[in-house]
């Protein structure tokens, strides 16, 4: 152990079932310097206290091939909500048939649905969302629309999105539009 230290070893990895060897290594050595890992534990799963000695590796600047870690792994994208995340999760399997026609008929990403609306936002939310960059450059008649010089969006506007956004979610019928504390309908 001394030789090791003498020549600059500073981590140390016990590779058995137990830490009995670890603490008779730091007793023969006398530092409490560098890295005192295990690579088994009682009582926790062996990939975690596995991941946990790399984990601490990693954050003390060694380097570490992540890629060749989970090489014999399968990977797959998730989505993920596109909203803060709760106290739980948010995960939902779907079918493989489901998940192929979901791709099949999702639209373009990078087409606009509409020129006001923008683009249809994949999200783990029931509502359907849409995201739309709304500046002088996008909308060419923006900047003839001023009050005391700051640019304003016309109500025709907003009315034109919730219009499309309705045709989009609920289908190419007579949408209405009307208050909804209006009691004389």
Request: contains cysteine.
């Amino acid at each position: 152990m001394r030789c090791l230290a003498s020549q600059g070893v500073d981590v140390f990895l016990e590779c058995g079932p137990g830490t009995t060897l670890l603490g008779l290594a730091r007793a023969c050595l006398d530092q409490e310097n560098g890295f005192w890992l295990n690579s088994l534990r009682q009582g926790q799963s062996d990939w975690e206290q596995v991941l946990s000695s790399l984990g601490q590796m990693y954050v003390g600047g060694m380097r570490v091939n992540f890629a060749g870690l989970d090489a014999d792994y399968p990977r797959r994208r998730a989505a993920l909500p596109t909203y803060p995340f709760q106290s739980e999760p948010y995960w939902v399997e779907a079918s493989e048939r489901r998940r192929k026609v979901a791709l099949e008929s999702a639209p373009d990403p990078r087409e606009p649905l509409h020129s006001l609306l923008g683009y249809r936002l994949r999200s783990a939310l029931r509502e359907i969302q849409f995201e739309s960059p709304m500046s002088p450059g996008t909308l060419n008649f923006l900047p003839d629309h001023r009050v005391h010089g700051m640019i304003v969006l016309a109500g025709a506007a907003y009315l034109e999105m919730a219009l499309a956004a309705a045709a989009e979610g609920l289908g190419e019928e007579w949408h209405v539009l009307a208050d909804s504390l209006s009691t004389n309908l």
